[in-house]
């Protein structure tokens, strides 16, 4: 299983170039060239599939992503409500920023977990 950085960085790559990052869908294809959401992104570095929806796949990464967010708020319940709750908020701010600051998100989850180990 990838580890929390490794999925993180991996995702990043998958939409550091502009043309590769979407707003409003896991994943689009546009001819043979593929774009992904940051929860899409995150998906496919980690398990190879932009849809996959298993939390104990990418959970993980996605909770990281959502701690970084500016003005996150902490996630109380479950594993599962945690998992949907991080899925929301990123998605939401995915859907409600530009590229840059998505990246910036990624870079902010990576650098705050990397120190933590």
Same mark, same amino acid.
């Given at each position: 299983?990838?580890? *929390? #950085?490794?999925? %993180?960085?991996?995702?990043?790559? *998958? #939409?550091?170039? !502009?043309?590769?990052?979407? /707003?409003? +869908? *896991?994943?689009?294809?546009? $001819?043979?060239? &593929?774009? +992904?959401?940051? &929860?899409?992104?995150?998906?496919?570095?980690?398990? $190879?599939?932009? *849809?996959?929806?298993?939390?104990?796949?990418?959970?993980?990464? %996605?909770?990281? %992503?959502?701690?970084?967010? !500016?003005?996150?708020? !902490? &996630? /109380? $319940?479950?594993?599962?409500?945690a998992f949907y709750?991080?899925?929301?908020?990123?998605?939401? +701010?995915?859907?409600?920023? $530009?590229?840059?600051?998505? %990246?910036? &998100?990624?870079?902010?989850?990576i650098a705050a977990?990397?120190?933590?180990?």
């Amino acid at each position: 299983m990838i580890n *929390l #950085i490794e999925g %993180l960085t991996k995702a990043r790559a *998958l #939409i550091a170039d !502009p043309k590769n990052w979407n /707003q409003g +869908y *896991l994943t689009a294809f546009h $001819g043979e060239d &593929v774009t +992904y959401c940051a &929860v899409g992104a995150v998906s496919a570095a980690v398990t $190879g599939n932009a *849809l996959d929806r298993n939390i104990n796949d990418f959970s993980p990464q %996605l909770k990281a %992503l959502q701690a970084a967010l !500016p003005d996150a708020s !902490p &996630v /109380q $319940g479950n594993d599962t409500d945690a998992f949907y709750y991080a899925w929301d908020a990123v998605a939401r +701010y995915n859907n409600s920023h $530009g590229h840059k600051e998505v %990246l910036a &998100v990624f870079d902010r989850a990576i650098a705050a977990n990397s120190t933590a180990h």
